[in-house]
């Protein structure tokens, strides 16, 4: 079956520092969904892309798509006290299949 | 409107009792999703619901049972759960299948 690695597990950053996580599937995606989830909330949409290397920005955000279309990046620039929470990718193909997540703790 | 709503907030109940969990949305979206998420891990696509029809089922035990009376309605049934069913039990809906996801704030369920 599909499988969605998700690195990394954790991350430990100082205000101002960048932030990376990364998903990695074993099958070729039809496209791939980012979400946040703060402690003790819901997940909430950031992104989705479809096309094989796309690249997306949102303010800081920075999110890519690989060229084979098996992995996907999202990069924070100079996290803030607000990125704080759990970043996960949602593989979409025949199944919805949630990575395993990157909690981002920030140091102030 | 672009709310999810669930109810109850939250809910304990006993391994005998038979309890129902609601989600609502408004924003004409066809697709519905519950998934269960536990402490410090991913959610768990549970069902899917395409233009009010059961159209994913992940396998999950018998126990829990889907419900959608109508485009704008999703409910859980839930009888004779087990303790290890304890966890966040998120609703979601999208314009459709793959579209983005809203998800409500989810049902906290303890199960004693």
């Known amino acids: 079956g599909q499988q969605v690695m998700q690195i990394p597990q954790y991350q430990h950053v100082q205000e101002g520092e960048d932030f990376t996580t990364y998903c990695n599937s074993s099958?070729?995606?039809?496209?791939i969904q980012w979400y946040k989830q703060r402690p003790g909330g819901h997940p909430v949409f950031l992104i989705q892309?479809?096309?094989?290397?796309e690249v997306k920005k949102q303010k800081r955000l920075t999110f890519q798509f690989g060229e084979a279309k098996k992995n996907s990046s999202l990069h924070i620039t100079a996290t803030q006290t607000t990125d704080v929470g759990t970043y996960f990718c949602?593989?979409?193909?025949?199944?919805?299949?949630f990575g395993t997540g990157t909690r981002l703790t920030i140091i102030p | 409107d672009t709310e999810v709503t669930q109810t109850p907030k939250h809910l304990v109940m006993g391994m005998t009792n038979k309890k129902s969990l609601k989600c609502e949305q408004h924003?004409?979206?066809?697709?519905m999703y519950w998934y269960k998420q536990k402490a410090k891990k991913p959610p768990e696509l549970m069902f899917v619901?395409?233009?009010?029809?059961?159209?994913i089922n992940e396998s999950v035990p018998s126990r829990f049972s889907p419900e959608c009376p109508n485009s704008s309605l999703l409910n859980l049934h839930l009888h004779a759960l087990q303790p290890e069913d304890s966890a966040l039990y998120l609703c979601?809906?999208?314009?459709?299948?793959?579209?983005?996801?809203?998800f409500g704030p989810g049902t906290r369920l303890t199960v004693l």
């Open positions: 892309l479809v096309k094989s290397g």
């Open positions: 619901y395409s233009y009010e029809k059961l159209s």
């Open positions: 099958t070729t995606l039809s496209n």
């Open positions: 949602l593989f979409g193909n025949e199944k919805l299949t």
């Open positions: 979601a809906s999208s314009r459709d299948f793959y579209n983005e996801q809203f």
């Open positions: 924003m004409g979206h066809r697709a």
